[in-house]
């Protein structure tokens, strides 16, 4: 079935096409409940519980559908965790479709990182829509970690909801490798004085794989504080629109907002889509929005082939020069790691 999802908050002139994006779906009537682990070593600093939704939900992605449940999990007021909390979610031969959504509360001056683990254990077609919300209160840190490590052949949808409060922060790390199609929304309130949120996003399109990513981030009082943040590499006929959007709106003096996306094309069957936009009502701010795309650079293939490194190795290093900016923002070690091997892996 055909869907037009993904809008952006501001529409462009339709010839550039990237305003929404046209998708065929087959989005499953009747699945199976897929397998999930949830590993945290501190489980007294949190309250968890699964809700039974079975209500039609519509995310700011455009998908309305039937959520089977919903996972809470709250952090409670003052607990900071020392380790990670683990969300994994296994895909399998049966349970190949997945409509989950996960709503996280951080309490007044909690600290807290979450990683959602979504792990293919079948060749077969996945459908995966991930709807995650997030409250983070005066005062609180949650740091997110989101991995899809799923094949080739998937569809994989992630819309993000963020309220942040006074003198909060959260911070969002996407590492969206794998897929056919790949649709993301990632939409932020920065509520009150001196909140604050951070996306790193790294993706890798090939193998003719659709990625549409429609960010926004909406900055309502004094000295809130936005960087997001994209790095891609596109190859083998795969399709990309880049989306994102801040907006001061007034009353959000001494604010500051970033949004830059750096995308390396490595060959000529590529099409590649960027549109930054900054939107203001307010006088006192600073805001900033580039894109970045191009080719490997044949002076520095050239220097590190001639140091006696092959093609494919340079390639790697000028790629992994290109990532490393967002991979040293992951704080746990063990994912980095993880994320640099399915690279190597992808590239």
Do not use: W
């Amino acid at each position: 079935m055909k869907y037009i999802l993904n809008e952006t908050p501001v529409k462009t002139t339709n010839g550039f096409m990237i305003n929404n994006i046209s998708v065929d779906l087959d989005i499953p009537t009747f699945y199976k409940l897929n397998i999930i682990n949830i590993n945290c070593n501190e489980m007294d600093k949190l309250d968890i519980s699964i809700d039974k939704v079975n209500k039609i939900e519509t995310s700011r992605i455009g998908l309305e559908d039937t959520l089977d449940y919903r996972l809470n999990i709250k952090v409670k007021k003052y607990e900071e965790l020392n380790d990670p909390c683990i969300i994994e979610y296994h895909f399998t031969n049966e349970a190949n479709k997945l409509f989950n959504n996960i709503n996280i509360v951080s309490e007044e001056s909690s600290k807290a990182k979450f990683i959602i683990k979504y792990v293919s254990e079948t060749e077969n077609r996945i459908f995966n829509y991930l709807k995650q919300t997030n409250v983070v209160n005066k005062n609180a840190l949650l740091d997110i970690s989101i991995i899809s490590n799923i094949n080739e052949e998937s569809d994989n949808l992630v819309a993000i909801e963020n309220i942040v409060e006074e003198s909060a922060f959260i911070n969002h790390n996407f590492y969206d490798l794998k897929g056919k199609t790949r649709i993301s929304n990632y939409y932020t309130e920065l509520k009150d004085i001196s909140s604050e949120n951070s996306l790193n996003n790294i993706y890798i399109g090939k193998s003719n794989s659709i990625i549409d990513m429609n960010y926004l981030t909406n900055l309502n009082k004094p000295k809130n504080t936005t960087n997001m943040i994209t790095y891609g590499i596109l190859k083998d006929n795969a399709i990309k629109n880049y989306k994102s959007t801040i907006d001061f709106k007034s009353g959000c003096a001494k604010s500051n907002g970033k949004e830059f996306e750096n995308v390396l094309l490595l060959d000529d069957t590529v099409v590649s889509k960027s549109l930054p936009m900054l939107l203001c009502t307010e006088e006192d701010v600073s805001g900033s929005h580039s894109v970045s795309s191009g080719k490997v650079d044949n002076n520095q293939l050239f220097y590190l082939m001639s140091r006696g490194l092959s093609k494919k190795e340079a390639t790697k290093l000028i790629i992994f020069s290109k990532f490393n900016s967002l991979l040293n923002k992951e704080t746990n070690e063990e994912l980095r790691n993880e994320i640099i091997d399915l690279i190597e892996k992808e590239i």
